[in-house]
């Protein structure tokens, strides 16, 4: 499965952003899908994921409450809606897919999108 991030742009401390990720290829609803971002100099952090259908969401403790995953099967794509965002939360933001299981660890997936930045000011 090939993946598209957008959505990702400048926003002030306490705004709110929605990324997207367009999947094409295979089936995408096969697919548990997640967001991982990274800073510069960091490693990659997982940030939230989602189940084939929707079900199952995860989230890392530092973003649960403030970001909801979801996705539409009908359209190949999958969100991340963030608010309540902060300046350290400045990073590339990536979608990646992967079958069979979720997991928290980057190790797994099989595709992932270009990143898009997303810049949080103070």
């Known amino acids: 499965v090939q993946l598209q991030a957008s959505g990702g742009g400048l926003v002030q401390a306490g705004g709110s952003l929605r990324l997207s990720c367009a999947a094409s290829?295979?089936?995408?609803?096969?697919?548990?899908m997640a967001w991982f971002r990274q800073v510069p100099g960091k490693e990659r952090e997982f940030v939230a994921a989602?189940?084939?259908?929707?079900?199952?969401?995860y989230y890392a403790h530092s973003v649960k409450g403030r970001f909801t995953i979801s996705r539409d099967n009908a359209k190949n794509t999958v969100y991340l809606q963030m608010s309540s965002l902060k300046p350290e939360e400045t990073a590339v933001y990536y979608c990646a897919a992967r079958r069979f299981y979720y997991s928290a660890s980057e190790s797994g997936y099989e595709s992932w999108g270009q990143g898009t930045q997303v810049t949080v000011s103070s």
């Open positions: 989602i189940s084939v259908d929707g079900g199952s969401t």
């Open positions: 290829g295979r089936v995408f609803s096969s697919y548990f």
